[in-house]
């Protein structure tokens, strides 16, 4: 079955660049689209954008300035890089497959990865 | 945006109660409303697609309904595992986006 997995720096510098990976095994990257999802602690869902495998992008008006996305066919991968970090950006970062086929429903996740902004 | 409003914020139940969640939308969305478990420390998990689609391997006691701007999640006969947050989510359009969540809690 498909399982996604995230990757990437839990600590990241105020001002500096968040990165973060997720590869997604046991099924193809193609025909779906791929979103990220961040979650502060204690509080709800925000979804931050997503891509398809065409390298086209949807990004939350929120987030747009700082964020891009990009996607790896070769190596079942797909990214995340979020800009101008602050506290704010502190989180749990899911990533998701989004499912045309089930209404557009996110129904796959990765398990999520804690992304702390300080000094 | 689509602004999505759940209610109750929170709610305290008994094993066997049947629970009821509610997600407005501030716009028609037809059906495109999903409903999510969370578990602290774990993933959201996808309940109901399609504002009424159950999905596959969830126990048929979790229901949905409702199309346009009103949905509905029923959860027939509380079991202790069914102690989570549940979210609603609209994909009609971008920036995708959920609800504030629902804490059922044990009374």
């Known amino acids: 079955q498909v399982q996604l997995q995230e990757s990437g720096p839990g600590l990241v510098k105020p001002s500096e660049t968040l990165s973060l990976t997720c590869t997604v095994s046991?099924?193809?990257?193609?025909?779906?689209?791929w979103s990220w999802v961040r979650q502060p602690a204690g509080k709800g869902l925000e979804w931050i954008g997503r891509?398809?495998?065409?390298?086209?992008?949807n990004y939350n008006p929120s987030l747009k300035s700082r964020v891009t996305m990009s996607v790896d066919m070769s190596k079942n991968q797909f990214s995340l890089k979020l800009s101008s970090v602050t506290a704010a950006d502190t989180a749990v970062y899911y990533c998701?497959?989004?499912?045309?086929?089930?209404?557009?429903?996110?129904?796959?996740w990765g398990q999520g990865t804690m992304v702390t902004v300080s000094s | 945006d689509i602004q999505m409003t759940q209610s109750p914020s929170s709610l305290s139940a008994s094993v066997g109660d049947r629970v009821t969640i509610t997600c407005r939308a501030s716009?028609?969305?037809?059906?495109?409303l999903s409903w999510y478990q969370q578990k602290p420390g774990k993933a959201p998990k996808l309940l109901i697609y399609?504002?009424?689609s159950l999905q596959s391997g969830v126990p048929s006691r979790f229901s949905g309904s409702g199309s346009g701007t009103d949905f509905t999640l029923i959860i027939n006969s509380l079991q202790p595992e069914d102690f989570a947050t549940y979210y609603c989510?609209?994909?009609?359009?971008?920036?995708?986006?959920f609800g504030q969540g629902t804490k059922v809690e044990i009374k």
């Open positions: 998701a497959r989004e499912d045309s086929g089930s209404g557009r429903a996110f129904d796959i």
């Open positions: 046991g099924g193809s990257i193609t025909s779906y689209y």
């Open positions: 891509i398809y495998i065409s390298g086209s992008t």
């Open positions: 716009q028609s969305i037809s059906s495109y």
């Open positions: 399609a504002a009424s």
């Open positions: 989510q609209q994909s009609y359009s971008t920036p995708r986006t």
